[in-house]
């Protein structure tokens, strides 16, 4: 029998237990929190897992470690073919590395809006029209800001306010976008996208300082005062309505015009080990699990947030979930990747830690900016 490791949410979960069920393949899967999902370095996972639910940033890592079975040369190129054409945004081209496939997108996610649309029945545009709707009281705003996420906000800033210059091309081996080039973030952007960030924390509950997405999410689907989260990662479970929950709908992420812009790109890969014994079986349940037929049918219905572009334009699928998949997918496909050198994951934590502890203290936007930026350097 197969062991997999994915993460602990029904999303990360029940469309993988669906297609364990449907395509009859021996696996038992294991679930681990969303902060280690975020963490833990791949080479743990795959000394132990056959199967490795997986964040793009860790690719580099992969590569350098031997962790992961490349999977072009051992799927069929009409396999990966279909995963190309069918991307969300660059949901393919993230777990390419050093021109191997180390991973297929089998979920795709990137910072948007999330609101309650019986407090709040349509979400701003810009966000000028967002903070002052926060500011005035109308509807209370919650969003994931934990050090995690504080930088995935941070970030998402920084790529709005660098495209109001002009388009954002993708640099570097690693494709992190213009903004961000081998010396570090062009200080001009972080120190406008830290300005905002503090105007944004500054009208939305407290206790975004300790919360990560499914933490806000849950709040805004079981309460009455969260109506409102101007950044998070979209979760579809909270855009399918239940009986023991309120409803949450998704929308593309404000920005300074108006018009869809990118953010950070997140997801799920699905990875076959180095180490697996038995790689063959692994390998035909990795390429029917994302198999645009399932993703839009089997994967959907179990609760999966799909990685194929084939999910996300399918009128029933959308029909089920509020329209989730159709009202961010102009975001999504903007999106942008972060660093995925082997060094990047450590960077990551380093940074957001550092962005974090900074914001709590006061601390001025140089002393923020400069820790940012040493590590950086020191990666």
């Not at 919650?142 to 002009?166: E, V």
């Not at 855009?239 to 015009?257: E, I, K, M, N, Y």
């Amino acid at each position: 029998m197969l062991r997999g490791m994915t993460w602990n949410h029904r999303r990360g979960l029940a469309p993988l237990l669906a297609a364990t069920e449907r395509f009859g393949v021996p696996i038992r899967w294991e679930a681990r929190s969303l902060r280690e999902f975020e963490d833990v370095p791949v080479a743990d996972l795959a000394a132990k897992y056959d199967l490795i639910a997986v964040d793009h940033p860790f690719m580099g890592q992969a590569a350098a470690t031997g962790a992961f079975l490349p999977l072009d040369g051992v799927l069929p190129a009409e396999v990966l073919d279909a995963q190309r054409a069918g991307s969300v945004g660059p949901s393919f081209a993230s777990y390419t590395w050093q021109g191997r496939q180390w991973a297929l997108p089998m979920d795709a996610a990137a910072q948007v809006s999330a609101y309650r649309p019986d407090l709040l029945p349509a979400p701003p545009t810009r966000w000028d029209e967002a903070l002052e709707l926060l500011r005035g009281g109308a509807v209370a705003g919650l969003m994931p800001a934990n050090p995690t996420h504080l930088w995935s906000s941070f970030l998402s800033l920084c790529h709005q306010r660098a495209s109001l210059a002009g388009p954002v091309t993708a640099t570097g081996p690693d494709s992190r976008p213009s903004w961000w080039p081998a010396g570090g973030i062009e200080p001009d952007v972080a120190a406008a996208a830290l300005g905002q960030l503090r105007a944004v924390l500054a009208v939305v509950d407290p206790a975004s300082l300790s919360s990560d997405p499914i933490q806000v999410l849950d709040t805004m689907a079981t309460g009455d005062r969260i109506g409102y989260a101007p950044l998070a990662f979209g979760y579809v479970s909270y855009a399918r309505p239940a009986a023991d929950r309120q409803l949450v709908r998704f929308a593309d992420a404000p920005s300074a015009t108006g018009a869809p812009v990118g953010t950070m790109l997140g997801g799920v890969g699905l990875a076959v080990s180095a180490h697996c014994a038995d790689p063959d079986p692994a390998l035909r349940f990795a390429a029917a699990v994302v198999d645009p037929a399932f993703q839009s049918g089997g994967y959907a219905t179990a609760g999966g947030q799909p990685g194929h572009r084939a999910a996300w334009t399918d009128p029933a699928v959308n029909a089920a979930s509020s329209d989730f998949f159709a009202a961010t997918l102009a975001t999504l496909d903007r999106s942008f990747l972060r660093g995925r050198d082997a060094g990047y994951p450590a960077f990551q934590r380093a940074a957001g830690e550092a962005l974090h502890a900074g914001i709590r203290r006061g601390d001025g936007d140089r002393e923020i900016l400069g820790s940012i930026a040493e590590r950086w350097q020191r990666r």
